[in-house]
């Protein structure tokens, strides 16, 4: 029998799980994983892994043709999956309704690792009190160009405000350019609360350090760090700790005590080095439940903010308007308004594609073909923006033109690649709307 055709049966706490094809590679460009050795460093930490999931409805990312393939988001439940492996039902800002994972031991673990959840995607509830999250959530997002060094400068300087508002933060590499700040809080405020709450910090953050850190949502406004308050939102997930991210060399997001944070880089935190460090010093986040916080400081800025005229900022695209959120439209496409012109930034969308790689690729192809064009840009004129759907995600790469004269603007031609998952969805609802 060929080794992707095996199954590997393995009794883990009393409980068998199966994986199958556990010789089939998942990572295979600067580091050689199989599915088996997924599998396997996740069992290795299984409690710092088990302690960012356990009791909380996970969404399944799943990547069943490995790293280097296409990925998607399935909410509901498999149908087929072990007795012992419990679900609850969640509701969704859109009405539906859909029954999850709930993970609670290492077993579990290793049944997603084994559908190709590479990544951890858990919600920021308990099963207890699906209406109310124990966790703040903030993700740091650092532009194009922007140095690592930036976005350490950023996460000390949340720390900062934290320490100040009475909370406790807990940092750790995001597996990918950025970094994750978790905040435990009392499951007192509603999810729409404590978005303005990380919206209020996020606000404050840019305020300290104004060079560096951004609250704006609109990719074309930004520089430096985002500090993204959105993923607060309810039906929003971020990976959580010791996930393994699909990047050529299997980064991990890695727990970090705050005196590493000054020095730290995300690329000593592998699933080659984890295992070692989890067995030396522990998880880092071991103590993280043990100091739930309040945000009523934080509101009471949310509550300065809007007092000051700072209203809601953008949601993202798939959520109802709020009441005090202004236009859901890019600054760029925005019609001119007498009383508060704006100017439109001249962009183009290069590439869109489900595969990263590809995207970039195409990127790369109209910088060959427009090379007076490209040596205009900015580090900031190139968008690389993480597209999500209700189940699909793709990279779109647009070019800002804003630098370059336009008398040499290329026209907006048809994207290479030109695969948006989400198109034919949106060409039926058109066509419906239409008819």
């Known amino acids: 029998m060929p080794k992707e055709d095996a199954t590997e049966l393995l009794s883990i706490d009393g409980r068998e799980v199966r994986v199958s094809n556990p010789g089939k590679l998942y990572f295979s460009k600067e580091t050689k994983l199989s599915k088996l050795d997924l599998v396997r460093y996740y069992l290795s930490i299984a409690p710092g892994a088990i302690a960012g999931i356990r009791d909380r409805p996970i969404v399944l990312k799943r990547y069943v043709n490995g790293a280097d393939g296409e990925a998607f988001y399935q909410k509901r439940a498999p149908a087929q999956r072990p007795s012992w492996l419990?679900?609850?039902?969640?509701?969704?800002?859109?009405?539906?309704?859909?029954?999850?994972?709930?993970?609670?031991d290492a077993a579990g673990l290793a049944w997603i690792v084994n559908l190709g959840c590479i990544e951890l995607h858990p919600h920021p509830v308990r099963s207890a009190d699906l209406d109310h999250p124990d966790e703040l959530r903030v993700d740091l997002d650092p532009g194009p160009g922007v140095s690592w060094a930036d976005v350490r400068a950023v996460a000390l300087e949340v720390k900062s405000l934290l320490d100040e508002m009475g909370l406790?933060?807990?940092p750790k590499t995001s597996g990918s350019r950025g970094m994750h700040i978790n905040v435990r809080i009392h499951p007192r405020w509603t999810f729409d609360e404590v978005r303005r709450a990380a919206l209020a910090l996020s606000r404050a953050v840019e305020r300290r350090a104004p060079a560096i850190a951004t609250s704006k949502w609109w990719k074309e406004e930004r520089h430096g760090v985002f500090l993204d308050y959105n993923q607060n939102a309810k039906d929003r997930t971020t990976c959580s700790a010791y996930s393994v991210r699909p990047v050529p060399d299997a980064r991990v997001s890695a727990p970090l005590q705050w005196r590493e944070v000054p020095d730290c880089e995300p690329s000593d935190f592998t699933v080659l080095t984890?295992?070692?460090?989890?067995?030396?010093?522990g998880d880092p986040h071991a103590r993280i439940d043990g100091a739930p916080g309040s945000l009523e400081k934080l509101l009471e800025v949310a509550a300065q903010d809007e007092a000051a005229g700072l209203g809601d900022a953008p949601w993202p695209p798939h959520f109802r308007k709020s009441e005090n959120e202004p236009r859901r439209v890019a600054p760029s496409r925005a019609k001119s308004v007498a009383k508060a012109p704006r100017t439109k930034m001249p962009l183009i969308v290069v590439a869109n594609s489900p595969s990263k790689e590809a995207a970039l690729a195409g990127l790369e192809r109209w910088r060959h073909k427009h090379p007076e064009v490209a040596k205009l840009l900015a580090v900031d004129d190139v968008l690389v923006d993480s597209m999500r759907g209700r189940s699909s995600s793709w990279t779109r790469i647009r070019i800002n033109l804003r630098h370059v004269p336009e008398d040499l603007r290329p026209l907006n031609e048809t994207p290479d690649p030109d695969d948006d998952p989400t198109r034919e969805w949106r060409e039926m609802r058109a066509s419906k709307k239409g008819t």
């Open 86 to 104: 419990r679900t609850i039902t969640l509701a969704f800002p859109s009405g539906r309704t859909a029954e999850e994972i709930v993970v609670d």
């Open 168 to 170: 406790c933060g807990w």
């Open 274 to 281: 984890i295992p070692k460090r989890f067995a030396e010093i």
